[in-house]
């Protein structure tokens, strides 16, 4: 099994470890009607599968966001240092 593949059991299991969570204590807090608290439940547990499906894009786009703050930062440090290096010479 690859560390992927784990991680992503992983976060499955985890996901399901919170809905029940959830849904006991919405359940026993109500005392009244639990099927709108389930299904309220349900349908977070239906977002949260579909996110958990989606990490590796959420990961590649914040990678992709890290490495063009990186290159505007290094951009901005390389004029700065030109711009320094430039007008000393000029004087």
């Known amino acids: 099994m ?13 996901v399901a470890a919170a809905a029940l969570i959830g849904f006991v204590g919405v359940v ?3 005392g009244g009607n639990p099927v ?13 599968a579909t996110l958990t ?6 990961a590649a786009g914040g990678a992709l966001i890290g490495l063009g703050v990186g290159a505007v930062i ?5 004029y700065w240092y030109q711009n320094k ?3 000393g010479r000029l004087e």
Do not use: M, W, Y
């Open 28 to 30: 026993v807090g109500d």
């Open 53 to 58: 499906s989606q990490v590796p894009f959420l």
């Open 74 to 78: 290094a951009s901005g440090a390389t």
């Open 85 to 87: 290096q430039i007008g």
């Open 36 to 48: 709108n608290p389930a299904v309220d439940a349900l349908e977070t547990v239906e977002i949260a």
């Open 2 to 14: 690859t560390r992927a593949t784990k991680s992503r059991i992983a976060g499955s299991a985890l």
